[in-house]
């Protein structure tokens, strides 16, 4: 059996790497700020604090705008959908990149 790798946090990177996403950007910079060692925890950490946060500016900029605010509602369905998807994939241990912000993500990352 295959010993998982271990983050400076103490915690198997897998796991680290699902709670980088678990409340979004906050835990995402969390993570950034903690993890010294695990590029597959600091990537992870980098897309969820690029996402979310992205997501949460947009959001509500869209709601402070009459009759447009509508918006809002699909933009929180397809971020709750993303949001478990990058969970479930971390959590496997895959270092799944989204197609604009893992690429930024990884390029922030890299050392």
Known sequence: ???KQKSST?????VAGFLCYIFGFITG????????????VRFH???????FLSLF???????????IGILVY???ILGLILWLLLMIKALQGERYS???????AEEKTAK
Do not use: C, R
């Not at 103490?10 to 897998?14: C, F, S, T, V, Y």
């Not at 500016?57 to 009759?67: A, D, E, H, V």
């Not at 989204?98 to 690429?103: F, N, R, S, T």
């Open 98 to 104: 989204l197609p604009i912000v893992g690429k930024m």
């Open 57 to 67: 500016i947009i959001t509500l900029i869209i709601g402070m705008i009459p009759f």
């Open 29 to 40: 910079i969390v993570f950034l700020v903690v993890e010294k060692k695990s590029s597959f």
């Open 1 to 3: 059996m295959e010993e």
């Open 74 to 76: 699909p933009i929180w």
């Open 10 to 14: 103490g915690l198997d990177e897998n």
């Open 45 to 51: 950490a980098m897309q969820s604090t690029i996402t």
